[in-house]
């Protein structure tokens, strides 16, 4: 069984991909009709002869994902200056208007995307 995950924006055609050998995977799906009218959809994989060396596998595959820092702005004001502050726990400078201070922050991922 091969197994891609197809990371939220991220790229289809870089999609981390592994190979479970020996696995039997098995797609159920249930539609369930209620008295009140009402209907219920739901789909459950199961993947049978799982062992520890697959979950190795598959750790060893989430990891790079894992460890994607994801950048988060916040802006601060210091008086008549703003600055941002990202998840990652970086200050930007100190500027004049939050034009100045959200390029400064698109730098800023752009620089942690290339070294990533």
Same mark, same amino acid.
């Given at each position: ?14 999609? &981390?991909q592994? !190979?479970?050998d020996?696995?039997?995977p098995?797609l159920?799906g249930?539609h369930?009709?209620? !008295?009140n009218?009402?209907?219920? !959809?739901? =789909?459950?994989?199961? =993947? ?6 697959h979950? %190795? ?6 990891? &790079?994902i ?11 004001a210091e008086?008549r200056? $703003? %600055? ?5 726990? =970086?200050l930007?400078?100190?500027? !004049? ?6 390029e400064?922050?698109?730098?800023? $991922?752009?620089?942690?995307? $290339?070294t990533?």
């Amino acid at each position: 069984m091969r197994l891609t995950l197809f990371v939220e924006g991220g790229d289809a055609r870089y999609a &981390p991909q592994i !190979d479970l050998d020996h696995i039997s995977p098995a797609l159920h799906g249930h539609h369930t009709c209620y !008295d009140n009218g009402e209907h219920g !959809d739901r =789909l459950q994989m199961s =993947l049978h002869h799982f062992t520890p060396a697959h979950a %190795r596998q598959l750790i060893e595959m989430l990891t &790079p994902i894992a460890a994607v820092v994801e950048h988060k702005l916040k802006v601060e004001a210091e008086g008549r200056h $703003v %600055r941002f502050k990202c998840s990652c726990n =970086l200050l930007g400078l100190l500027r !004049d208007t939050q034009g100045e201070a959200l390029e400064d922050f698109k730098t800023h $991922v752009a620089e942690k995307a $290339v070294t990533a």
